[in-house]
């Protein structure tokens, strides 16, 4: 196991640096010179211009900013904004878990919802409910998201006015963030009808990223369902007079579980992408639209930690995704 | 008892004979089916998109401003309704399914092509050709691939074909993987060896002996790309930087649509509806193709 | 269904505000996220509206919904005779917010004046690279560095202002955001707990309202402050709510989420208009969208060519095509808005036949030229492709080829400049200051020549009279010169001045004492909501 974990661990550090060098060489042939965009029509001179280059170091050879760049991550120092010019990190630490909480909502939506469906559709192979369930999936997963998320709103928000159109929580709830969760601070700060209005605003969103990942894990527990079902072990342990359920729930599902772990971690990356979207058409104050922010401003600093930290954090999850693999497969654990 | 005369299918090709097999498999999955009858229908309307669509695409009409659907209240000329600078949505969306079929082949064209060569010299060669290739794969896995295609748009700039190649460059680990480790499956295997003791060089060995044998993954990856494709394709036109306006990109007609969701459905429905129409036949097709060509993963 | 969304919205907020003894509350759907709390580093509208506005005061302000100005922090002002020496007599008994991070121990004098605008200028002031990347922007493009020559403190309510040349302008510059007053008190008091950068996260001001906190990319929200020098406001609390796409925000003001919003699309204007519930304010905004010719590349040094081609532009084409009815024509290079604006100029007819004889009599035949063409929007601008096109039919109609031209912003801005571009340029101007030496000299004055005056022109009439105008102290004098120097311009016809955007904002009819203000910013100082 330790040897494993071992193995694991080292593939991340010169994946790391790969990030590293990615992140910076992108950002360095993105077109635009933001000295030049900052100043506008207003132009500036060039004492100006070269004051503000080197101020934010941009004439010094490429190897020196590439060096500068890494000792600033390993302290900390992830660059400074061009725009709002605060660090970087602190945006990001700031919007980060706005994404995180709907990622998370998505993910249990899809695994609470799909899972079960899944095992469903395959206990219950054949029939209508497999036929729709299965159908409804692969819709699911052919749609754009944002064409979904869109449409969502036009039903839920426009005609019926269920739903509201945009924001975290309801403008009429203030209370200091404490977690940058915006359901954990709404309990913490005892408001009443916080909580409500945080969950009423994460409805909609929440369905619009995790239909994806939803119809992938109902399709993939389904087949991996559908192969341990037939399993030798399995009618054996049917012969022997066990009941269905536990049949179903204890063996077979364990055994299923590999598979669709490994999925549920493959959509986290999937996640991410999603994220963007669903962030820009609900107006969700996360990463995705900070990126996107960044990108069309030419806010260097911002893209460039914005791409190391995003795939840092995919890094560190499919890491975990890996070692929960490695717990739930004995194979694996004892190699 | 009469003799039988030989019937031409006793004669078939080893390769004819699996392409019968083949399609018996394929035509049991009803959904495969109708999904390639939908795709082929994309592939004629794309074709001669010209010559069936009403109005030209990019007309503008102004007169008929956000005019909806003929159905809906709207006029008889306008099948699908107009957009809001009056052009006809029905011909757009006609005409944009040539910009989804274009992306979605050269995109897998691209990938496929590059896929396939990087993964055979990763597999063949093995030692450090491999480990790089693998290792830059990973690299390009790293990141989501949606933000990667946005910051590769961005440094080309935005447009069509920079969209295109962006995509393509995403979704290449894919097949990089695949090929490898279908060709390191057969590396081991007794024709391989032998064609290597009868002389053949590295060439003739990837491609005409190898290749051939991995050719079933690879094509249903191919139709999952190709969706894929035309998805990232049209987020990134919805996000203004993949096919600029007035090109009738499905996704590009999303963008410009957004501002009126709440007052002209029609302009914001049907263009994704074609996308998802489009999407779900060619991930029917690729369902049917997986269980088709390998029943042992059948699932159904 | 949106009449009972809306009922259970203002029931709902009603019930919630009830409990707080009735507060009063304006919910502002602002376009963007402030890019920080402290306005002098920064330049977009969007950051001064969350700022300066709301927070801080100026020495002198602009009045409202004008571009002259008035006194503000500063009681009265006198000028030496050599236009050399500006001395302020401040306001007496203002005081600084008290805040949960702050609380003032005395009320503003002089020292908090001197070091608002020493940070900026002094590059050894402890306060003058206080966050990293802070780079002082407006105080830089005005050149206040260069004009400046020493700020007196006299006494506690007296500052002197030195400069090294008559400069009229240098008022108009003290009512820019750049120039708005914080506290020395509560800058020391970050010094000393080693805190600086919360100077532009937790603003401290004399405004009619103070910060209460800000959910990045979300909400911030402000509270009346209720010693404000000015009169207390008429609402309690303030929240912009940030909705980053026009459609969203015109949905949340219909559906009375929030009660004023900057912005609409121009599609949204005939359905925000149409509802009963809902006014949209208007005004040309402080801008010029313009064609610069190249005057010192032949055939453009002749005059007569100029005004030839400035005759063929439909301008009410472009401005349906390009503007969708968010645009009016421009006839002079500064906006209606702007104090000695000539009404009495005639435009350049439209009147192709007119243009091509000119262009023949001026001795010009199969003329073609390059158009340069923005790649982005800008608010005098929204779309400078099409207008290029559109240009380029007009062009040929009287039998000149045009090209058109376009790259990456920042190399536009770049190379556009250069004495020796090749062709005509598409480009504008949001003015800073209300003044129009902001204009008239930047952009074609002959010191600019090479960078801003994209024209390359320089007039000896015109610039004389704008050169005199900005060391006159004498507003009416001022406006007679700018006056003629317009007269000079039309007859000269350096650009072809295309239009200035129309600036709208819808709100709800419960909103009272809301004025839009000529230079783009957003202010809700007197704004009151009726039941």
Redesign the interface.
């Known amino acids: 196991m330790l040897h494993f974990l071992f193995r694991r661990f080292a ?1 991340v550090i ?2 790391f640096i ?2 590293t060098i ?1 992140a910076f060489a ?1 950002v360095r ?6 000295v ?10 060039p004492e ?1 211009y070269q004051m ?1 280059m080197a ?2 170091g941009f004439d010094r050879p490429i190897w020196e900013q590439y060096w500068d760049y890494l000792a600033g991550i390993f302290q900390g120092d992830f660059g ?8 970087v990190i602190r ?1 990001f630490l ?2 980060f878990p706005a994404t995180v909480e709907l990622s998370l909502f998505a993910t249990l939506f899809a695994v609470l919802v799909g899972v079960p469906a899944g095992i469903l559709a395959a206990v219950r ?2 029939s209508w409910f497999d036929q729709i369930t299965m159908g409804t999936a ?2 699911g ?4 998201i ?3 998320g ?2 969502l ?2 039903l839920f ?5 269920w739903t509201p ?4 929580i ?3 709830y ?1 209370f ?2 404490v977690t940058g969760f915006m359901t954990i601070d709404a309990v913490l700060s005892g408001q009443r009808g916080a909580l409500q209005s945080a969950l009423h605003h994460l409805l909609l969103p929440t369905v619009t990223l995790g239909t994806i990942p939803l119809a992938v894990i109902a399709r993939q527990t ?2 991996a369902m ?1 192969e341990v079902l037939g399993d030798d072990y399995v009618r054996t342990a049917r012969s022997k007079g066990l009941s269905p359920l536990r049949v179903i729930g204890l063996h077979a599902f364990r055994n299923a579980l590999i598979p669709v772990v490994t999925t549920i971690g493959l959509q986290v ?2 996640m ?3 994220a ?2 669903t962030e ?1 058409i609900f ?1 969700w ?1 996360g990463i995705g ?4 922010d960044a ?2 401003r ?1 806010d260097y600093p911002v ?1 460039q930690a914005g ?1 190391l930290l ?2 840092v954090v ?2 560190f999850v499919n890491l975990f995704v890996d070692l929960l693999y490695g717990l739930i497969n004995p194979r694996i654990r004892h190699q | 008892m009469t003799e039988r005369a030989p019937a031409a299918t006793d004669t078939l090709s080893p390769r004819g004979a699996m392409l019968r097999e083949f399609w018996y498999y394929f035509s049991m999955n009803r959904g495969a089916v109708i999904g390639l009858v939908v795709f082929i229908g994309l592939v004629v309307t794309a074709l001669v998109a010209p010559l069936i669509a009403p109005h030209s695409p990019i007309q503008q009409y102004r007169d008929a401003l956000l005019v909806p659907p003929s159905w809906a209240g709207g006029r008889p000329e306008f099948f699908l309704g107009t957009d809001p600078v009056g052009r006809d949505i029905f011909s757009r969306l006609i005409h944009g399914a040539r910009f989804s079929m274009l992306i979605g082949t050269v995109v897998v064209i691209i990938s496929l092509t590059t896929g396939i060569i990087l993964g055979l010299l990763a597999g063949y060669f093995r030692g450090w050709v491999d480990t790089v290739l693998m290792r830059v794969m990973d690299l390009i896995l790293a990141f989501p691939s949606l933000l990667l295609a946005l910051v590769l748009v961005a440094i080309l700039g935005p447009g069509l074909i920079n969209t295109m190649i962006a995509i393509a460059l995403v979704l290449q680990p894919h097949f990089v993987r695949l090929t490898r480790s279908a060709v390191l499956g057969e590396m081991g295997k007794e024709y391989v060896i032998s064609s290597k003791v009868a002389g053949a060089g590295h060439v003739r060995q990837m491609f005409r002996t190898i290749l051939p044998n991995c050719l079933a993954p690879l094509i249903v990856q191919a139709t999952l790309s190709f969706s894929s494709a035309i998805l990232d394709a049209a987020a990134l036109g919805f996000l203004g930087l993949g096919a600029q306006p007035p090109t009738p990109e499905w996704g590009t007609m999303l963008a410009e649509a957004r501002q009126f969701i709440l007052r002209a459905w029609w302009v914001v429905t049907f263009p994704g509806l074609a996308i998802l129409i489009t999407v779900l036949a060619i991930n029917l097709v690729g369902d049917g193709l997986r269980d088709a060509l390998d029943p042992k993963l059948k699932r159904s | 269904m949106k009449l009972m969304k809306t009922l259970l919205t203002a029931t709902a907020f009603a019930a919630v505000l009830s409990g707080s003894a009735y507060a009063k509350t304006l919910v502002y759907c602002s376009e963007g996220s402030p890019e920080g709390f402290d306005p002098a580093p920064y330049t977009a509208g969007t950051t001064f509206d969350a700022s300066s506005r709301p927070v801080y005061n100026r020495l002198v302000q602009f009045k409202k919904g004008s571009s002259e100005t008035e006194p503000g922090l500063a009681e009265s002002y006198e000028v030496s005779a050599d236009g050399l020496e500006y001395t302020f007599k401040l306001r007496q008994g203002v005081k600084f917010h008290t805040t949960d991070w702050f609380t003032p121990t005395r009320e503003f004098n002089a020292d908090d004046v001197v070091f608002s605008f020493a940070r900026q200028w002094k590059a050894d002031h402890p306060w003058h690279a206080y966050s990293a990347g802070i780079s002082w922007e407006y105080f830089n493009s005005m050149s206040m560095g260069d004009l400046l020559k020493d700020i007196v403190k006299v006494d506690d309510y007296t500052v002197k202002f030195v400069l090294n040349r008559p400069e009229a302008p240098f008022i108009a510059n003290l009512a820019m955001d750049f120039a708005s007053i914080l506290s020395k008190e509560y800058a020391d008091q970050l010094e000393a707990a080693g805190t600086k950068d919360l100077l532009n996260t937790q603003p401290v001001g004399t405004g009619p309202f103070q910060f209460v906190n800000y959910q990045q990319d979300a909400v911030i929200r402000y509270a009346s402050f209720d010693d404000y020098w000015g009169g207390v406001q008429p609402i309690d609390d303030l929240i912009f709510a940030i909705t980053t796409d026009g459609a969203v925000r015109a949905q949340k003001l219909q559906a009375g989420e929030c009660q004023v919003m900057p912005y609409p699309n121009p599609a949204d204007l005939d359905m925000l208009r149409a509802d009963p519930n809902l006014t949209v304010m208007e005004q040309e905004g402080l801008n010029v969208g313009y064609l610069a010719y190249n005057t010192q590349m032949p055939p453009f040094d002749k005059a007569e060519v100029r005004k030839a081609l400035n005759m063929a532009i439909n301008k009410q084409a472009i401005l349906d095509a390009v503007f969708q009815g968010a645009g009016v024509a421009a006839k002079n290079p500064i906006p209606p808005t702007m104090w000695s604006y000539n009404g009495a100029i005639q435009d350049d007819p439209y009147d192709p036949e007119a243009a091509k004889k000119m262009l023949a009599d001026a001795g010009v035949a199969d003329l073609s030229m390059k158009l340069w063409a923005m790649p982005v929007a800008r608010p005098y601008n929204p779309d400078a492709r099409r207008m290029a096109e559109l240009l380029q039919a007009d062009f040929a109609a009287v039998g000149v080829t045009a090209e058109i031209v376009s790259m990456e912003w920042g190399e536009y801005l770049a190379q556009s400049s250069a004495v020796d571009r090749d062709g005509a340029v598409l480009l504008g101007w949001t003015g800073d200051n209300g003044d129009p030496d902001n204009f008239l000299a930047v952009l074609l004055g002959c010191d600019a020549v090479g960078s801003a005056n994209r024209a390359q022109w320089c007039n000896e009439e015109f610039d004389g009279l704008i050169q005199k105008a900005k060391v006159t102290a004498d507003q009416a004098e001022r406006t007679k010169l700018y006056e003629e120097a317009q007269v000079v311009f039309k007859r000269e016809a350096p650009w072809a001045t295309i239009a200035h955007s129309v600036v709208f904002m819808p709100m709800s009819k419960k909103v009272t004492g809301y004025v839009m203000d000529p230079k783009g910013t957003h202010a809700f100082d007197g704004v009151d909501i009726a039941e």
């Open positions: 593939v010169p994946t790969g990030i990615v992108f042939v993105l077109p635009g010179d933001p030049l965009l900052l100043a506008g029509e207003r132009g500036v001179s100006r503000l101020q934010f400074t904004s061009i725009s709002t010019k605060r660090p945006d700031t919007l192979r054949g692969l819709v997963y052919s749609m754009p944002f064409w979904l869109l449409l709103i036009i928000s426009g005609v019926l006015g159109v945009s924001g975290r309801s403008l009429m203030f200091p963030p389904r087949s559908l990356g999937v991410m992408a999603g963007i979207l820009t107006s104050p639209k900070w990126m996107i990108i069309s030419r893209v791409l995003i795939a995919i890094m």
